[in-house]
């Protein structure tokens, strides 16, 4: 294989000396977590003949590493993903062994890879070198994930992995990042990634974060605050204290930020939240109520839907300047917002029609066209990511529904029901979505235990995800990376 350099446009690198296995240093990512190097290894350590034997093996048609995702639902994909040797032993050997289990429990929770049993691997080496991959053939293993940790002085860590197709006995990926210690389950998610991306051939989401409410407290006087964790439930933190109830977080595209709605001095607005710093500021200064932002794709603005005496209306506010511009002057409720990948139509619901519906609608305004015709009401849409999909909620009778369809409302599927379930949002790359479920309280009332879910698009795969609290409003971030 060709040898390339990862690029992450957001950082500028540093001018440091590079050599085949010491890669040059790069900056990964907006928050700058990554401060070392993510350079491909990508010549496999294969000399003379067996080197000639794998090319001459590709030539013929050996078998190619990417799997089709569908094919992978039906029969997940059997990975070996040994520990990654520390080579001294003590601190590194467990920190190789701690980050194969972050990698084997991201690629199995996501249903599309099945992680051969560690107690099958016996005396099987983890090193970077060459695997004996007709031992790792007997085990029934398709991919392998080997490599190494060491430790770079005060603090630092270099992790080196590699991605194997055992069949063709041919090398996917070498990798090797360096960072700071702290940091290493962030290389463990960039590493899931890689191995998702390679063998499906579709960018993976574990580089990701979650933004949600978390809710605790007496069911009369519930206590609301925005918190965050990684997409594994690991890392979180409470960002606010719960003096103001929050509401309804989504994440800036490009920056650190979120924008939420907040019931700060009685008077419920949307706000903005610095993650780096802390600091909020109300966006704009309306005369009703203002709810349910969401940004455009570029960043520059948000589009949020305003109270008035008749109802309510979709405003968009560009974030330089702060001028508002209103969307929507129906006279009926018209809410949640949310725009297309593209950022050329915006999709939102509204009763204008008797019902609540969903409607799409160029970007700057103008005619509205509904979407939804099932039975039920719909509520909360949100786009994918690629464009294809609009999911939703949809209340019929006394239940709540996720349910996803085409932009032009054809093709409607629900892909989970339940007693309440609200509030959905797409993975970066639009394979899955999460939302909140709630149990009935106390005589069947609301008020029971609420908590994030998680399933793929195509309606399998549905798992609860931990958080300390009671949780709900969850949003995705796009990948850190």
Known sequence: MTSET??????????????????????????????????????????????????????AGAPSAVIDVD?????????????????????????????????????????????????AYGNAPATAEVPNFPNWKALGAQALVTGKVAGEGADKVRVEFRLWDVLPQTQIQGTAYTTTL??????????????????????????TRIVYIANSGPRTRRIKRLAIMDQDGENNRFLTDGTSMALTPRFHPTRDEIAFMSYANNRPRVYLFDLGNGHQQVLGDFRGITLSP?????????????????GSSIYVVDLASRQSHRLTDSGAIDVSPCFSPDGSQIVF????????????????????KRISFGKGRYATPVWSPRGDLVA???????????????PDGTGERILSESWYVEGPTFAPNGRVLMFWRETPG?????????????????????????????????AWSPLLS
């Not at 040059?24 to 496999?44: C, F, M, Q, T």
């Not at 929770?109 to 049993?117: E, N, S, T």
């Not at 389950?185 to 579709?202: F, M, N, Q, T």
């Not at 509204?350 to 005619?367: E, F, K, P, T």
């Open 442 to 474: 106390p005589g069947t009332g609301r008020g029971g235990t609420a908590r994030l879910v998680s399933i793929d698009v195509t309606g399998f795969n549905e798992r609860e995800i931990t958080t300390p609290t009671d949780a709900s409003d969850p």
């Open 182 to 207: 702290g940091n290493w389950r962030r290389i463990a998610h960039i590493i899931s990634d890689v191995i998702y991306e390679r063998l499906l051939g579709e960018k993976g989401y574990f580089d």
């Open 294 to 310: 969401r940004f455009s794709p570029d960043g520059n603005s948000v589009v949020m839907a305003q109270t008035d005496d008749a």
């Open 71 to 119: 094919r992978a639902r039906a029969d997940p994909i059997p990975i070996a993903i040994p520990p990654l040797s520390g080579g001294g032993g003590g601190d590194t050997d467990k920190l190789g062994r701690d980050i194969a289990g972050v990698i084997t429990n991201n690629l199995a929770r996501c249903g599309l890879f099945r992680p051969i049993d560690p107690a």
């Open 392 to 406: 939703f909620t949809r209340i019929s009778g006394d239940t709540f529904a996720i349910g996803v369809m085409h």
């Open 6 to 59: 990862e690029t992450m446009p957001t950082e500028p690198r540093p001018d440091l000396r590079s050599s085949p296995l010491a890669p040059p240093l790069l900056l990964l990512g907006r928050r700058r977590l990554v401060a070392g190097s993510a350079a491909l290894l990508a010549k496999p350590l294969l000399a003379g003949r067996q080197a000639a034997a794998q090319q001459a093996a590709a030539v």
């Open 349 to 368: 619901n509204s009763d204008r029609d008797g019902n609540q519906q969903l409607y799409v609608m160029a970007s700057g305004g103008g005619a509205a």
